[in-house]
């Protein structure tokens, strides 16, 4: 039986995430054999760096591996690159593991045209940043046709450190999409609580500690609150995403005719900071918004 060592593997999309990933899997021993990125630049940077080719089309990646991870970034790039002249083409027997945030009928959608061409498709949602794609430490939740989540498996456990089998396609993208729904709420939440401590004067490592031993605590206070207070942005999961991910939760939520009205708030938040010009910087400069004294 061929082990996936022994599979050739192509990255699609090489941003901070999927560049990552492909160095992981580098170092771990896989074959990663393609990349492709719109960017030519990124592209042929990493494919230097770890000494795959660089593929000139989709089609490429597709005609020099057995597995394709792709990381792209919403729904319209996702339809872009699964096409007969794209992705799909001579795609019969390969795996595709699908790892952006895109929505759960769009994970359907492509599943449904990978096997229209005798291939497969899981979705692989990833609830970590690029520290952890780098170190083989993402949470990972998997979707699909077991089948193709049972041959890819030893691959993404190489990836993660938690990998959770949610069950059909489109079901890991809906709990994904609710993962970053609160995350992002939580997020709005403590730059407005540290914002109003700021603007009453209150020491914000006090209050910053008080949060932790309290209810107020959450994992956003741990990984952005310094953040917010030092204004430091550096980006590993960008405002232009936050409003991205709460805007596919709060389609849901119409959907299924549930209110969400924190959630919608929140997505017009981050939505402000794309209009600032600020879409690239860190989830954290939602703060800039709250804290006194800070450009509007």
Same mark, same amino acid.
């Given at each position: 039986m061929v082990g996936m060592k022994d599979q050739r593997i192509g990255v699609v !999309? #090489?941003?901070?995430?999927?560049? =990552?990933?492909?160095?992981?899997?580098?170092?771990?021993?896989?074959?990663?054999?393609?990349?492709?990125?719109?960017?030519?630049?990124?592209?042929?940077?990493l494919g230097t760096e770890i000494g795959a080719k660089v593929a000139t089309s989709l089609a490429d990646v597709t005609a020099g591996a057995e597995v394709i991870l792709t990381v792209v970034t919403d729904d319209a790039a996702m339809r872009g /690159?699964?096409? @007969?002249?794209?992705?799909?083409?001579?795609?019969?027997?390969?795996?595709?593991? =699908?790892?952006? $945030?895109?929505?759960p009928a769009v994970h359907e959608e492509v599943a449904g045209l990978c096997r229209a061409a005798g291939a497969e498709a /899981?979705?692989?949602?990833?609830?970590?940043?690029?520290?952890?794609?780098r170190e !083989? $430490? #993402?949470?990972?939740?998997v979707a699909g046709e077991e089948s193709?989540?049972?041959?890819?498996?030893?691959? #993404?456990?190489?990836?993660s450190k938690s990998l959770r089998?949610?069950?059909? $396609?489109?079901?890991?993208? %809906?709990? %994904?999409?609710l993962v970053n729904m609160v995350m992002n709420i939580n997020t709005a939440a403590l730059a407005e609580g540290l914002g109003l401590g700021a603007a009453m004067g209150l020491d914000l490592a006090m209050l910053s500690e008080v949060f932790s031993q309290t209810g107020a605590n959450s994992r956003v206070l741990e990984t952005d609150g310094a953040d917010m207070i030092a204004r430091e942005h550096d980006?590993?999961?960008? +405002? @232009?995403?936050?409003?991205?991910?709460?805007?596919? @939760?709060?389609?849901? +939520?119409?959907?299924a005719g549930v209110a969400v009205p924190l959630s919608d708030a929140t997505e017009e938040q981050y939505r402000r900071l794309i209009s600032l010009g600020r879409g690239e910087?860190? %989830?954290s400069a939602v703060a800039e918004l709250t804290f006194p004294g800070r450009a509007q």
């Open positions: !999309g #090489l941003g901070r995430m999927g560049a =990552n990933m492909a160095r992981r899997l580098k170092d771990c021993g896989y074959q990663v054999t393609v990349v492709f990125d719109v960017v030519d630049e990124v592209a042929a940077a /690159i699964f096409t @007969a002249d794209g992705l799909l083409q001579g795609a019969e027997g390969r795996v595709f593991v =699908n790892c952006a $945030t895109v929505s /899981i979705e692989a949602c990833m609830a970590s940043s690029i520290t952890q794609a !083989g $430490t #993402l949470y990972l939740m193709a989540w049972l041959r890819v498996e030893p691959m #993404l456990r190489d990836l089998y949610i069950g059909a $396609t489109g079901s890991a993208a %809906k709990v %994904k999409a980006c590993y999961f960008s +405002a @232009a995403h936050a409003a991205k991910d709460s805007g596919i @939760a709060n389609a849901l +939520a119409r959907e910087l860190d %989830k």
